[in-house]
């Protein structure tokens, strides 16, 4: 029996006090009762109806405008007009499937393809970021004729059954399949002294032995490389490697989810396992690949791909589409023209060193980390150390009520995932920077000034964490 904690449930809506300020809204959530199945949930203990978006605001019936900082499917933007004008425009010619030869679906395979590693020359494309892993792992299991997967402890790579079995965060009630390893991501001592790849790398060796003992071939590591649901745990760049490299060593393939952290997230590249010199063998793309367009892909080898084809092929009705090849094209358009993964790593470090400072004034924010436009937040207890989902909670509707939209994350739910399109600017940070003081001094009152003047004044470089002992009562 699982007790891991149901993240989404953290702040999923409550039914008597959704409606307060919201007229019009009880009729809405009956209507959505009625028909939707219970495992949908919704954002916010008072839900917010949108009703349309722009570049990094939602925007509710009443014209109260919200900033995104959660939402990395649009990735350039909301309704960014350059990806819709493409988007229509195609729709308006055609849309059909890849057995019929188009232009538009060729050049963009050839401009995506370009953006990786020699070697990697191939793509499937899907409609979704699950799709997408479920590929990845008929791909690894036809390429190496095992059936062992490793992931981390409470990764999250999707919801058809193959892919939900290698995605801890969803487990309730119940364990790993027999055919899954899940090995802990490295502890913060460990981060801090640059021993994370020694400590990930032995955990997985003993995940390959243990598999291996229970006559279990490998087929491969699943990774998310920005580690979004574990916590984000980005640093130190190059911690995964070392792992990667036994895992090939040991005849299985190294599949980088690059779902979330993908299209210059991270503010390095536009690749976050290019941040940890991996060589991985299938790389996994979805949400921001066609900015609202559902769209995924699989990048390979071709002789990957060859093992597959022997055994069933691959089809996919709406992958690869001319419409959804519009979309991708035009949001590497927009990547290109607006710098957005250099603006990204700007604004980035900027929102990230304010909220360092931030946090040692309020110890409760125990860590503040990430890279580009990926951050996290983890909260513990100021009297006790503890991590503290209840303040995470809480925090996450403070700033709700503020206008700031943000998601929680970590096997704990102890940690506020900051993760806007890529159009945020440094005006969106000091907005966003404003009302997370303003929740943090209603929760701590007077706790700035009592801290203000012994607080640190050690730089902080681009790239660290902070990390604070308990406070003290």
Same mark, same amino acid.
């Not at 939707?36 to 109806?49: D, G, K, V």
């Given at each position: 029996?699982?007790?891991?904690?149901?993240?989404?449930?953290?702040?999923?809506?409550?039914?008597?006090?959704?409606?307060?300020?919201?007229?019009?809204?009880?009729?809405?959530?009956?209507?959505?009762?009625?028909?939707?199945?219970?495992?949908?949930?919704?954002?916010?203990?008072?839900?917010?109806?949108?009703?349309?978006?722009?570049?990094?605001?939602?925007?509710?019936?009443?014209?109260?405008?919200?900033?995104?900082?959660?939402?990395?499917?649009?990735?350039?933007?909301?309704?960014?007009?350059?990806?819709?004008?493409?988007?229509?425009?195609?729709?308006?010619?055609?849309?059909?499937?890849?057995?019929?030869?188009?232009?538009?679906?060729?050049?963009?395979?050839?401009?995506?393809?370009?953006?990786?590693?020699?070697?990697?020359?191939?793509?499937?494309?899907?409609?979704?970021?699950?799709?997408?892993?479920?590929?990845?792992?008929?791909?690894?299991?036809?390429?190496?004729?095992?059936?062992?997967?490793?992931?981390?402890?409470?990764?999250?790579?999707?919801?058809?059954?193959?892919?939900?079995?290698?995605?801890?965060?969803?487990?309730?009630?119940?364990?790993?399949?027999?055919?899954?390893?899940?090995?802990?991501?490295?502890?913060?001592?460990?981060?801090?002294?640059?021993?994370?790849?020694?400590?990930?790398?032995?955990?997985?060796?003993?995940?390959?032995?243990?598999?291996?003992?229970?006559?279990?071939?490998?087929?491969?590591?699943?990774?998310?490389?920005?580690?979004?649901?574990?916590?984000?745990?980005?640093?130190?760049?190059?911690?995964?490697?070392?792992?990667?490299?036994?895992?090939?060593?040991?005849?299985?393939?190294?599949?980088?989810?690059?779902?979330?952290?993908?299209?210059?997230?991270?503010?390095?590249?536009?690749?976050?396992?290019?941040?940890?010199?991996?060589?991985?063998?299938?790389?996994?793309?979805?949400?921001?690949?066609?900015?609202?367009?559902?769209?995924?892909?699989?990048?390979?080898?071709?002789?990957?791909?060859?093992?597959?084809?022997?055994?069933?092929?691959?089809?996919?009705?709406?992958?690869?589409?001319?419409?959804?090849?519009? %979309?991708?094209?035009?949001? &590497?358009?927009?990547?290109?023209? !607006?710098? =957005?993964? #250099?603006?990204?790593?700007?604004? +980035? $470090?900027?929102?990230?060193?304010?909220?360092?400072?931030?946090?040692?004034?309020?110890?409760?924010?125990?860590?503040?980390?990430?890279?580009?436009?990926?951050?996290?937040?983890?909260?513990?207890?100021?009297?006790?150390? %503890?991590?503290?989902?209840? &303040?995470?909670?809480?925090?996450? !509707?403070? =700033?709700? #009520?503020?206008?700031?939209?943000? +998601? $929680?994350?970590?096997?704990?739910?102890?940690?506020?995932?900051?993760?806007?399109?890529?159009?945020?600017?440094?005006?969106?940070?000091?907005?966003?920077?404003?009302?997370?003081?303003?929740?943090?001094?209603?929760?701590?009152?007077?706790?700035?000034?009592?801290?203000?003047?012994?607080?640190?004044?050690?730089?902080?470089?681009?790239?660290?964490?902070? $990390?604070?002992?308990?406070?003290?009562?």
């Amino acid at each position: 029996m699982s007790d891991r904690l149901d993240i989404l449930s953290l702040n999923r809506f409550d039914p008597e006090d959704a409606t307060r300020g919201q007229p019009g809204l009880g009729e809405l959530l009956k209507r959505r009762e009625a028909t939707l199945n219970a495992a949908t949930m919704l954002f916010y203990r008072r839900p917010i109806q949108v009703v349309r978006a722009e570049g990094v605001w939602m925007i509710d019936p009443t014209g109260r405008r919200y900033l995104d900082l959660y939402n990395n499917v649009a990735v350039v933007g909301h309704c960014h007009p350059h990806v819709v004008g493409a988007v229509a425009g195609q729709l308006a010619l055609l849309n059909t499937n890849t057995r019929y030869l188009h232009d538009l679906v060729i050049t963009y395979a050839e401009r995506l393809l370009a953006t990786f590693p020699q070697g990697l020359s191939n793509v499937l494309f899907t409609c979704t970021g699950s799709e997408s892993n479920d590929c990845a792992v008929r791909l690894a299991r036809a390429f190496t004729g095992g059936t062992g997967f490793i992931v981390t402890g409470n990764a999250y790579h999707g919801n058809t059954a193959a892919v939900a079995e290698l995605s801890p965060a969803s487990f309730r009630n119940w364990g790993s399949p027999p055919h899954v390893r899940t090995v802990p991501i490295p502890d913060r001592g460990m981060r801090n002294t640059g021993e994370a790849g020694d400590q990930f790398a032995a955990a997985v060796a003993a995940s390959i032995d243990d598999l291996r003992r229970r006559g279990i071939r490998l087929a491969g590591l699943l990774v998310d490389t920005i580690l979004s649901s574990d916590g984000i745990f980005p640093e130190p760049a190059g911690f995964l490697a070392p792992a990667a490299r036994l895992v090939q060593q040991a005849g299985g393939v190294v599949i980088a989810d690059e779902v979330q952290a993908g299209f210059g997230r991270t503010g390095d590249a536009l690749w976050g396992f290019l941040r940890h010199d991996l060589a991985p063998d299938i790389v996994t793309l979805g949400k921001p690949m066609g900015n609202g367009y559902p769209m995924g892909g699989v990048v390979t080898r071709p002789e990957i791909i060859e093992c597959l084809s022997a055994q069933a092929g691959y089809f996919n009705t709406f992958g690869g589409s001319p419409v959804a090849a519009a %979309a991708g094209l035009a949001v &590497l358009d927009v990547l290109d023209r !607006e710098n =957005l993964v #250099e603006k990204t790593r700007d604004v +980035g $470090a900027f929102l990230k060193s304010q909220m360092v400072e931030l946090s040692r004034r309020y110890p409760a924010m125990s860590e503040v980390r990430g890279a580009g436009l990926f951050l996290g937040i983890e909260w513990h207890h100021p009297k006790t150390g %503890a991590p503290d989902p209840e &303040l995470t909670g809480w925090m996450i !509707e403070a =700033l709700r #009520e503020r206008g700031m939209l943000t +998601g $929680a994350a970590g096997a704990l739910g102890n940690v506020i995932k900051i993760r806007p399109p890529l159009c945020f600017s440094a005006a969106d940070a000091d907005l966003f920077l404003e009302a997370l003081e303003a929740a943090l001094e209603e929760r701590f009152p007077n706790r700035s000034e009592r801290n203000g003047a012994t607080g640190s004044a050690t730089q902080v470089l681009p790239g660290t964490t902070v $990390a604070h002992p308990a406070d003290s009562p």
